[in-house]
């Protein structure tokens, strides 16, 4: 077998750890499935320009809004959707959630790795991370459509929108 050969049998040690590490990888998903949801809201409250736009123009957009943190993305969505004061407090929680996966997860959990209990409340405590920020994410898309809509942005036109911006850059893929 080669060193690029992963098909050999992993011993029981190290198919928990790629376990927890599976689910880790499932809750930083959906932390970054919410944030792309409020930076695609947030793009969606300049659709007036939308359509004139050039896809270089367009992708500057995203960009922008990509260099901000799930916080600053928050607070600015703040200013286009009335966020009720029970999913602004989800939307904090997501936050801290988000940010101790990136920032410090495995450094707070390494001694809990080192053995099967320990993997198993980490796998049972991603999975709440993930069921939450998965929570939070649907909670906010109907607040998000009710806002289009008095925009006049109906959620059919909306997901024509993206179709259509997204089919722009199908072949800018790395």
């Known amino acids: 077998m080669t060193g690029n050969d992963h098909t050999e049998p992993l011993d029981p040690k190290s198919a928990s750890i790629r376990e927890v590490y599976a689910y880790y990888g499932l809750a930083m998903y959906h932390a970054q499935v919410l944030e792309h949801g409020i930076v695609n809201a947030l793009v ?3 659709r007036s320009k939308l359509a004139g736009m050039s896809a270089d123009d367009l992708e500057l957009l995203f960009a922008n809004r990509f260099e901000k943190t799930l916080g600053g993305l ?31 997860y495995f450094k707070v959990r390494a001694e809990a790795l080192m053995t099967e209990p320990g993997r198993e409340t980490m796998r049972r405590e991603l999975q709440k991370f993930s069921d939450r920020l998965s929570y939070v994410d649907g909670r906010l898309e109907p607040l998000t459509e009710a806002a289009f809509q008095k925009m006049g942005v109906s959620k059919r036109a909306l997901e024509a929108h993206c179709r259509e911006y997204l089919a722009r850059f199908a072949d800018d893929e790395p």
């Open 44 to 46: 969606m409250t300049h």
């Open 74 to 104: 928050i607070t600015e969505l703040s200013r286009y959707v009335t966020v009720p004061a029970s999913l602004q407090d989800e939307l904090k929680n997501a936050l801290r959630i988000r940010n101790f996966l990136a920032h410090g």
